[in-house]
């Protein structure tokens, strides 16, 4: 019997790295997990909307919740961003009946929907190490990845109860796919740090020097590809790379990829990808 959730994509799978939404189906094919769109849900708000209002981000997510909870299905999704976004205002939703009744006042009041919070939210990282099993994930590589690859989270899992049964400060969930799947996996410090994606039109001399330093430690350390669980964070650690080198001097060329395309190349789906991440690793770096 498959597993089965409620799929969030997260944000930016919808637009800027459709290649994620393109990966992931076939990845959770091949590892018996069933996905069920929930269709028309909102962005989680991405660190960005509860800036300008808290209120209208748990509202909107809330809603997302009651979408699922209608399914009776818990929420999965690919990007960390979303996992520790709804992981947090679900958590707050729960340990606050006043404001649940609230929010569930507006949620009534705009869309007909209500949240009892009957429903829990899971990154596919932690899906696949908790529930899926190493063992599975193995049986499935066609396509080995032989590389040295340094698995980066970001800090939106990282917290208390959004990172499944792995280590908050310490984690190893990635490292064990990426040996999973033929790789090398690299230690260091950086893949839990944040590269400051919400103040990336704000602060962005700041973003530059987070990403530079994370970046230029992977390769310090010899990884030949990062592998991002966090699709938010690859698009300023992948497009933004050339500009944090030339604002801090630091060597950052580097491919970075994201989790579901992974492993969907080493399942043996999209090999013509595989091989221009081949070429791309052979050309990249010093």
Known sequence: MPLKYAYHPGNVSHSSATEVAETMEPVARSLGIEL???????????????????????????????????????????CAATAGNLKEDLATLKEDPNL??????????????????????????????????????????????????????????QQAGACGDDDVHDPEYLELIIDALGGRSVQWEGR??????????????????????????????????????????HTVLDIYQGKASRSTGLATNIPV????????FSMGHHNTRLA??????????D
């Open 100 to 157: 649940l009744g609230e929010i569930n006042e507006t949620l009534e009041r705009t869309c007909g929907r209500r949240f009892s919070g009957d429903t829990h939210v899971h990154h596919l990282l932690h899906v696949i190490v908790e529930e899926v099993g190493i063992e599975r994930l193995e049986s499935e590589v066609r396509n080995p990845i032989d590389f040295d690859v340094a698995g980066f989270y970001g800090p939106n899992i």
């Open 36 to 78: 069920v769109p929930l269709d028309g849900a909102t962005s989680c708000g991405a660190g960005i909307i509860k800036q300008a209002s808290r209120r209208l981000q748990l509202t909107l997510n809330a809603r997302t919740f009651s979408m699922a909870e209608e399914m009776g299905l818990d929420i999965i999704t690919p």
């Open 276 to 285: 221009q991440l081949r070429t791309r690793i052979a050309v990249i770096g």
């Open 257 to 264: 990829i994201h989790l579901t395309e992974m492993l969907s």
């Open 192 to 233: 839990t740090q944040s590269v400051g994606v919400p103040g990336l039109f704000s602060e962005e001399p700041t973003v530059l020097r987070q990403a530079a330093a994370v970046l230029h430690e992977a390769k310090s350390e010899g990884a030949d590809l990062i592998v991002s669980a966090c699709n938010l964070s």
